[in-house]
């Protein structure tokens, strides 16, 4: 199947501190990519689709000016946490679909832990 | 508004018991239907899909059949092995460009040896 690569696979950074995270598919290209977060024991809440070129939709309650996402290409976005707290350590992944494709693939994740 | 329903776990059986995770849907049109499974400490990976009715997706052992009638994508395996141990994600999509995958909330597999 297609490969997305998500880095970095962990990251620690202090409180206050912005942490950027990204998200390629190797192999297609993925008009479509979305950002989700995953709490221990608990499923994966879809933070915001992003098409290539635009801006990104945000899900109800997630700060757009806290979660930055860009998709600057059609194998590329990014995903910033800006000035992170400890709150926001979580468990998260991104997945990219082509545009002609309903299937999804998922990146491997990324564990921030803000401390 | 669409939605996934799953079993809520965690699920235990043996090694070489036959599994049934149960998944209803809820959703407007004709969407797709996934499996999903995720190890500890990774990401998501495609176990197995369907995307009209009556279709049947397989891989691994496992298998799911689209049933419209009754709203649901049921996943099965006929023995199982304690490498099957993992969160099982049930989920739907619709082919529209931007439309979501909606997951269900997960059921973790434990299986003894």
């Known amino acids: 199947g297609a490969v997305v690569s998500q880095h970095p696979s962990w990251v620690i950074c202090k409180s206050g501190t912005s942490v950027k995270i990204e998200c390629r598919s190797l192999?297609?290209?993925?008009?479509?990519m979305f950002w989700y977060r995953q709490f221990p024991k608990q499923s994966l809440m879809l933070m915001a689709t992003?098409?290539?070129?635009?801006?990104?939709?945000?899900e109800q309650g997630v700060e757009k000016d806290k979660f930055l996402i860009n998709h600057a290409s059609l194998t590329l976005s990014t995903l910033t946490v800006t000035s992170a707290h400890p709150e926001d350590s979580s468990f998260y992944i991104c997945?990219?679909?082509?545009?002609?494709?309903?299937?999804?693939?998922f990146g491997q994740g990324t564990r921030l832990t803000v401390v | 508004g669409n939605s996934v329903t799953q079993m809520e776990g965690p699920v235990t059986l043996s090694e070489e018991a036959f599994l049934t995770i149960n998944c209803t849907y809820t959703a407007t049109g004709y969407p797709s239907l996934f499996w999903y499974v995720q190890y500890p400490g990774e990401g998501l990976q495609l176990l197995l899909k369907?995307?009209?009715?009556?279709d049947k997706g397989s891989n691994k052992g496992f298998e799911a059949t689209y049933r419209k009638e009754t709203t649901s994508f049921h996943l099965e395996k006929g023995s199982v092995q304690v490498s099957d141990s993992a969160v099982y994600f049930c989920a739907l999509s619709r082919v529209n460009r931007d439309d979501k995958i909606i997951f269900g909330k997960g059921t973790r597999l434990h299986i003894l040896p």
């Open positions: 992003s098409n290539e070129g635009s801006k990104a939709t945000y």
């Open positions: 192999d297609f290209q993925a008009t479509t």
């Open positions: 997945s990219a679909r082509a545009g002609e494709h309903t299937e999804a693939f």
């Open positions: 369907a995307t009209k009715a009556d």
